[in-house]
């Protein structure tokens, strides 16, 4: 049974977050409560609190990312936030980098069904992507601790990139404790930021991380 949905947003919040294609937000959040759910990608519990705990938290990031960039999301799941990012910036070129191949199978599924030309997903480990394509932006969602998705993530981006990771309340704590690390790593600027506060509460947290303006050894 599909978990009843609340929260659903006006449709003018809708337009302004993701304008011609709301209607694919709106198919993005059923695809989330039924077979997310079912194939266990999103928690049973999730299911009526989709929007408020998942895609506006997510939408929330949407502005952060330079125009006509390159965005990887790692570790993307069942998509959260690299397809809610991509339906409200169509100039993104969108990665989904997903290691299991159930997760895959969901997002090859669903961007197909909401017809995302500018995402493509990829199976694989942020270490295997190393070499194959450099990003401008990556995004992470509660994936690793901070500093071990850096060491994952920073060899991703083209120099003076950008690592955008979404965290919760102990950012403050774990960008004190890992700062040494971070820095090591190539971290050029470290900065605690909170977003749309407006359309979701909590609202979203994130640690921006920017990579040298050179390559790191």
């Known amino acids: 049974m599909v978990p009843r949905e609340t929260g659903v947003p006006p449709p003018s919040l809708l337009a302004d977050l993701f304008s011609e294609r709301a209607p694919q937000a709106r198919q993005y959040a059923g695809l989330l409560r039924g077979p997310g759910v079912q194939r266990g990608l999103i928690g049973p519990r999730e299911g009526p609190r989709i929007w408020q705990r998942h895609i506006l938290n997510c939408a929330a990031i949407s502005g952060l990312f330079p125009a006509g960039s390159r965005l990887c999301d790692v570790g993307s799941g069942a998509g959260l936030p690299g397809i809610v990012v991509a339906l409200g910036r169509p100039d993104l070129s969108v990665t989904l980098l997903e290691p299991l191949l159930r997760r895959v199978t969901f997002l090859q599924e669903t961007v197909a069904a909401l017809m995302l030309d500018n995402v493509v997903v990829?199976?694989?480990?942020?270490?295997?992507?190393?070499?194959?394509?450099?990003?401008?932006?990556?995004?992470?969602?509660?994936?690793?601790?901070?500093?071990?998705?850096?060491?994952?993530?920073?060899?991703?981006?083209?120099?003076?990139?950008?690592?955008?990771?979404?965290?919760?309340?102990?950012?403050?704590?774990?960008?004190?404790?890992?700062?040494?690390?971070?820095?090591?790593?190539?971290?050029?600027?470290?900065?605690?930021?909170?977003?749309?506060?407006?359309?979701?509460?909590?609202?979203?947290?994130?640690?921006?991380?920017?990579?040298?303006?050179?390559?790191?050894?």
């Open 122 to 217: 990829v199976r694989g480990r942020a270490e295997q992507q190393i070499d194959v394509q450099r990003f401008e932006a990556v995004t992470a969602r509660a994936v690793a601790p901070l500093d071990t998705l850096a060491r994952w993530c920073l060899p991703l981006l083209v120099p003076g990139g950008e690592l955008v990771a979404m965290r919760g309340a102990q950012a403050h704590h774990e960008v004190a404790s890992t700062r040494e690390a971070l820095a090591g790593l190539g971290v050029a600027a470290v900065s605690i930021e909170t977003y749309g506060a407006r359309f979701v509460q909590p609202p979203t947290t994130v640690v921006r991380l920017q990579s040298g303006s050179t390559d790191q050894p």
